[in-house]
């Protein structure tokens, strides 16, 4: 079984990525811990405890309690938390008992953020049930929760003890959520693994049909990059810049259609798609490289429709003001499997580049 090793100045753990996991998940969370297994918590929604909590529930001598999070971004709030935290102190959690996150990023991103301060912290896994959750989100130690005034803007890196990733579980994944979440991976492969991206080409359509081995050749190399660059620069003051490829319009994409029209990896597919513009028009793309990611990213598809002037799409990537006229960094594709991060991208170039991205879906959309 494939297995990853994340190895952070601060943290150093396992992500085992194969099929049938949640089986065996008892004995490996006792493996994570290192001897007798503590009580153990699990947070999930009641949706995915439906389909998925017989097989893990099996797995464990003493039952697990389990608590529950409605299905949903919205919930990924702080009241949520304090609600968690309410929860596992009146069922006697103390400093020893685990969490399980078992489910896609939002139960992921509360689990770890729940576990960095409960009691001053406790230890948790990650039992990711969604594909971006096992390629992107699990891994870093990226945790928190929402406020009205933006996503993610409450929270801290907090490590699991272990993740695991079982490729079972996408089995009931909507297709549209494993589509989206497989654009993470098709980025993987443009900015650091050319040999990914030659396998999401020549697999595709294994990929796209759920086949559990082809989808977990996928997960393992999308994992291996994203732990590569973790390591590198744990705390995002540079390298790890390089995950934010497709995201800087990807983000003013999912503003301006309030988070309600796009999942998030078809937001980014789009980003992808106007990076890859200005790209071209800067000569770091040739045009084979750039029909090639073009093609693969949308047969990864299909990207939803939206409307949304380009002007508009540019007054919200601008950001920074201080950049007059200019947006902050922007990462490019140098070719397929590099990069290159840019701070001279006027408000012009930008707009042709979503210029050429909207051409693209009016095309995509005949
Ligand atoms: N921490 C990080 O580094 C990081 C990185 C990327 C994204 N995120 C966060 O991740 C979240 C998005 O995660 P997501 O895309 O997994 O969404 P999600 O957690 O909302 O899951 C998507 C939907 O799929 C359902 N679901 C999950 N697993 C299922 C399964 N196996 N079968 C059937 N249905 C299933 C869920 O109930 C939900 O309705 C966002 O909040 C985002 O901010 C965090
Ligand atoms: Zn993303």
């Not at 529950?68 to 020893?96: N, S, Y």
């Not at 689990?111 to 896994?125: D, E, H, K």
């Not at 997960?219 to 003051?237: C, F, G, I, P």
């Amino acid at each position: 079984m494939p297995t990853v090793a994340v190895n952070t100045p601060s943290a150093k753990y396992p992500v085992e990525i194969g099929r049938g996991l949640l089986r065996t998940l008892a004995a490996r969370c006792k493996k994570a811990v290192g001897g007798k297994l503590p009580r153990v918590f699990i947070i999930t929604q009641p949706e995915i405890w439906g389909l998925w909590g017989e097989r893990v529930a099996a797995s464990f001598q003493e039952p697990p309690t389990v608590l529950f999070v409605p299905a949903g971004e919205r919930h990924k709030r702080m009241r949520t938390l304090e609600r968690l935290c309410e929860e596992l102190a009146e069922a006697g959690a103390d400093r020893d008992s685990l969490l399980v996150a078992l489910g896609g990023g939002v139960i992921g991103d509360i689990t770890g953020f729940l576990a960095a301060i409960y009691m001053r912290g406790i230890r948790y896994v990650q039992a990711p049930t969604t594909l971006l959750a096992q390629v992107d989100s699990s891994v870093g130690g990226k945790t928190g929760v929402n406020l009205a005034a933006g996503k993610n803007l409450v929270g801290t890196f907090s490590h699991p003890l272990a993740v695991f990733a079982d490729m079972e579980v996408l089995g009931t994944l909507p297709a549209r959520e494993l589509r989206a979440g497989l654009q993470e991976s098709v980025k993987a492969g443009i900015i650091r693994d050319a040999k990914l991206f030659a396998t999401m080409e020549k697999n595709r359509e294994a990929i796209l049909d759920g086949d559990a081995k082809a989808l977990e050749q996928v997960v393992t190399a999308s994992v291996r990059m994203k732990a590569r660059v973790v390591q590198l620069d744990e705390r995002e003051s540079g390298l790890r810049m390089v995950l934010n490829f497709g995201h800087t319009v990807g983000h003013a994409i999912e503003a301006a259609t309030k988070y309600k029209q796009l999942l998030h990896g078809e937001a980014i597919g789009w980003g992808m798609i106007a990076a890859l513009e200005i790209a071209r028009n800067r000569g770091l793309v040739t045009r084979r490289q750039h029909d090639r990611v073009l093609r693969l990213i949308l047969w990864y598809g299909p990207l939803p429709v939206f409307h949304v002037p380009a002007k508009r799409l540019v007054a919200l990537t601008a950001g920074d003001k201080k950049n007059r006229g200019g947006v902050r960094r922007f990462v490019l594709p140098k070719g397929i499997g590099a990069t290159v991060t840019v701070t001279d991208v006027s408000a012009q170039e930008l707009a042709s580049g979503i210029e050429a991205m909207l051409a693209v879906m009016r095309q995509a959309g005949r």
